[in-house]
Each structure stands twice: as structure tokens, then as C-alpha cells.
């Protein structure tokens, strides 16, 4: 069993920056690409971000220049840097990774979601 454990949500003004993070655990022999995704009330989940197990990194257009996604592989951890927050981030955050199970298998996984608030 693989569990994903995420925080670091929380409410912040206009302008403000969070950090969130994204942890694995369980019985993982390597996690290969990681995304960040959000869920905004009423809307669809989007992509947000993405790292891939040597390190590259892809944005959506609407985080480009404001967030940064890394990893730290020693930790099965995954950070998302938000910064120059707006109201439109406003979401219920949530890390996916694809790794290799202790079976073999290549599985997917998602966190539970933790909620980003921007408001004055």
C-alpha cells in the first residue's frame, strides 16, 4: 500500500507565497514523474506542474514564473513553491506520482489534497 500525504495549504493574501509539500510512503522502489494538480470549486481538475524522475520540470501557462515544483528523491517528498498567489489559485491541491511497486507493477497514486486559499 502506498500512501501520499500533502501539506501546506492554508490561506494567504493576494500576492502571498505557500509551500507545499507531498509525501510517499509504503512499499515504493522508485517514483518516476510527480504532478501537481488542482481542483478550483465548480471546475475541473487541471494540471498545474510536473517533474520527471531526473529532474525536468513542466508548467502549466497560469504557474509559469510564480511556482516551482522540485523533489527530493532520498525523501520520496515533492515540493510545490507557490509565490505572487492570486485569487484564481484558489483550489484543492493534489500531488500524483508514478512509481514502480515492491510487485513489479507501475502504478499511479494520488494525496489526499490539501486546500490553497488566496483572499484578502
Known amino acids: 500500500q502506498v500512501q501520499l500525504v500533502e501539506s501546506g495549504g492554508g490561506l494567504v493574501q493576494p500576492g502571498g507565497s505557500l509551500a507545499l509539500s507531498c509525501r510517499a510512503s509504503?512499499?515504493?522502489?522508485?517514483?518516476?514523474?510527480v504532478g501537481w494538480f488542482r481542483q478550483a470549486p465548480g471546475k475541473q481538475r487541471e494540471w498545474v506542474a510536473q517533474?520527471?524522475?531526473?529532474?525536468?520540470?513542466n508548467y502549466a501557462d497560469s504557474a509559469k514564473g510564480r511556482f516551482t515544483i522540485s523533489r527530493d528523491n532520498a525523501k520520496n517528498t515533492v515540493y510545490l513553491q507557490m509565490t505572487s498567489l492570486i485569487p484564481d489559485d484558489t483550489a484543492v491541491y493534489y500531488c500524483n506520482i508514478a512509481y514502480l511497486y515492491s510487485d513489479a507493477q507501475t502504478k499511479n497514486a494520488w494525496g489526499q489534497g490539501t486546500q490553497v486559499t488566496v483572499s484578502s
Open positions: 509504503g512499499s515504493i522502489v522508485t517514483i518516476y514523474t
Open positions: 517533474i520527471s524522475s531526473e529532474g525536468f520540470t
